[in-house]
């Protein structure tokens, strides 16, 4: 218990040990001095501080198969759509009236979404509003990032998902993880606020992945760190993989309480990168988290993003335009 007591301290460097250790901690009062000691952290770094960022998901098309994704292009019972320009800007500025400091422009791996309107909506939003714009559109090229860079986008959110090089490949049957880590870095040397995360609870997921996941946060100084829970959602190969194994599992990790799980690794995160913004998502409420918005900014979060698009409002859009 004393080595565990030396580990929960504020400190400047964390090994992939300090870190795995961290992770499988079970006592529960050791498990509240992790929590307390984020709580901390974030304060001091960033005081009680809450930003606010609504999601426009602008497209739901995507090129990409991804096994777990639920706009992969093999799902044919997707609804798909993409915003009008107008549309989109007709939601950030009702996002800016209703109290939101950013926006986050999402989308799947559209290639039919024209870079350069992209370009020019982003323009008029930092016109005419005072939001701070971030953008998840997918891997783009150097050039394209500089595109979207120099219309005046803020952040460019890529989640990484996995460090694990296997269970990447496995997951992402179009997509390299060597490829991925390079976009990262490109989009940072563009002077971009940077965003990666990971998903918790994928089959195969180990404690050791978890840790090198958190380390590469602090490698490449993330400044938006999404932890959010893998959703198992119907017509993808992942799901039957997780209803198979009877909820969420992966084989060396075990059956574990979802919620737990993602809260001790948003604490464990703040404490080893310290400044980083770290989400509350949507996500975490399609697994039930009771009071989770509130808890998880006493346990290392600072940003709530919160969905600005749904079918019933996009109906609402296009009868109002």
Do not use: W
Not at 67 to 78: A, G
Not at 252 to 257: C, E, K, L, M, T
Not at 285 to 312: Q, T, Y
């Amino acid at each position: 218990m004393n080595e565990l007591s030396e580990l929960i301290k504020e400190k400047s460097y964390y090994t992939k040990q300090d870190i795995v250790a961290l992770l499988k901690v079970t006592d529960k009062k050791a498990i509240s001095d992790i929590y307390d000691l984020a709580h901390h952290i974030n304060k001091k770094n960033l005081g009680d501080n809450v930003l606010k960022c609504g999601v426009i998901e602008f497209s739901n098309y995507c090129n990409k198969n991804c096994l777990y994704c639920r706009i992969r292009r093999s799902n044919e019972k997707v609804t798909r759509f993409r915003l009008t320009q107008k549309e989109i800007l007709k939601l950030t500025y009702k996002a800016e009236k209703t109290g939101y400091s950013s926006v986050l422009l999402q989308s799947g791996d559209d290639c039919e979404f024209n870079l350069e309107s992209i370009a020019d909506t982003i323009t008029q939003i930092k016109k005419s509003t005072k939001l701070s714009v971030i953008l998840s559109m997918a891997e783009k090229t150097e050039l394209e990032y500089k595109v979207l860079k120099d219309a005046g986008a803020d952040s460019y959110i890529l989640k990484h998902e996995t460090s694990d090089p296997i269970l990447y490949r496995q997951l992402h049957p179009d997509l390299k993880y060597s490829n991925r880590i390079k976009c990262l870095r490109v989009i940072k040397q563009l002077g971009y606020d940077i965003g990666s995360g990971i998903l918790v609870g994928l089959p195969g997921q180990t404690f050791e992945s978890i840790a090198n996941d958190i380390l590469l946060f602090k490698e490449l100084d993330i400044d938006i760190i999404d932890i959010g829970p893998y959703l198992p959602y119907p017509d993808t190969p992942l799901a039957r993989k997780f209803q198979q194994a009877g909820g969420y599992f992966a084989p060396a990790i075990g059956y574990f309480d979802v919620n737990e799980v993602i809260f001790k690794i948003i604490a464990i995160t703040r404490i080893v990168t310290g400044k980083s913004l770290i989400p509350f998502t949507p996500n975490f409420n399609a697994i039930n988290f009771e009071n989770g918005k509130e808890i998880s900014l006493k346990r290392g979060a600072n940003m709530i993003l919160e969905d600005l698009v749904s079918h019933k409002y996009l109906h609402f859009l296009r009868s109002q335009v």
